[in-house]
C-alpha cells in the first residue's frame, strides 16, 4: 500500500494523460494537485514526510511550474531524470560524507551486511539511478510523447521494482545472520540452571 500511495502522482499523471485527450499540460496539472494532497495527507495524519517526497514535491511543481508556463513539456519530461540524478548524487555523496552510507542508514536495521558490502549496495545503486535517468533521456528524444508516458510509469518503476529484487537476492547471498544468544550451561550440562 506505501508503494501505490509513494507512485500516486506517477499514476495520476498517467491516467490523466491516458484519460484526458494526450493532453500532457492537464496530466502536469493533475500530478501537480496529486503531489500538494500527498504531502497534505502526510501532515495532517502527522506522518514523516521523506527526502523522496520532498525532492518530488519541489520537482513536480517546480519543473511542472516551468512546463506549464513557458507551454514546454520537456521541463516535465526531464522531471525524472532531474530526480534520479539527484538521488545518485546523494547516494555518491554519503560513500564519503558521514559514517554510513545512505543505503546503510535506511536498510541497515533490515540486513547486516560489512561495510565493504553495504558500499557496493550503496554504490549499485548510484549507477542504476544514472542508468534510469540516461534512459529517460534517450526515450524523451526518440520516441513520441506517449510512449514517454508510458515508459514514464511502466518503465521506471517496474525496472526499479526488477532492480530491488536483484537487490534482496543479493543481500540474502551476503548477508551475516545474526547469531541468537544461547542460555548459558548448567553445571551438570543440561543448559538449564
Known sequence: MKALFDFFPVLAFFIAYMAFGRDIYLATKVMMAATFLQIAYLLVRRRP??????????????????????????????????????????????????????LQRALGHAAQLDARNWRRLNFAWVVFFVFLGALNVYVIYNFSEEFWVKFKLFGGIGLTLVFSLAQGVWIATKSTPEQPESPPESPDGSGVR
Do not use: D, M
Open 49 to 102: 514526510i521523506s527526502f523522496t517526497h520532498i525532492s518530488s514535491a519541489v520537482l513536480a511543481w517546480g519543473l511542472g511550474g516551468l512546463a506549464l508556463a513557458l507551454h514546454n513539456p520537456l521541463f516535465i519530461k526531464w522531471k525524472p531524470t532531474v530526480a534520479y540524478w539527484t538521488f545518485a548524487a546523494f547516494f555518491l555523496g554519503s560513500q564519503y560524507i558521514g559514517e554510513k552510507p545512505l
